[in-house]
Nanobody, 123 residues
């Protein structure tokens, strides 16, 4: 079992930056692909970004621009998502996920999920 807990969400103004963090705990958490997903109101949860267990491979959704950067620290069992130049369309609930198949995660599926953290971009 892997437990995931997100933090760092909140209300931000357009153009600002935000760093979301996810803390992973449980057996072999460091062996999993860790990823970020988001759910916009009225839509299904979608893949945003993922990072391999050793941090050497990073993957982003086609809809994600260079404003997003994913990183992980296996010593701390954390995975972060930095979002720069926030826009209103970035508003949503951001979830952390852990899985072992990148294909599944890119399809919006994950073995384990966090509770999510709300990001609201508004002036």
């Amino acid at each position: 079992q892997v437990q995931l807990r997100e933090s760092g969400g909140g209300l931000v103004q357009p153009g600002e930056s935000l760093r979301l963090s996810c803390s992973a705990s449980g057996s072999a958490a460091g062996d999993y692909i860790l990823g970020w997903f988001r759910q916009v109101l009225g839509k299904e949860r979608e893949f945003v970004a993922a990072i391999s267990w050793n941090g050497h491979g990073t993957y982003y959704a086609d809809s994600v621009t260079e404003r997003f950067t994913i990183s992980r620290d296996n010593a701390k069992d954390t995975v972060d998502l930095e979002i720069r130049g926030l826009k209103a369309e970035d508003t949503g609930i951001y979830y952390c996920g852990a899985g072992d198949l990148l294909y599944n995660m890119k399809s919006g599926r994950s073995h384990y999920w966090g509770q999510g953290t709300q990001v609201t971009v508004s002036s």
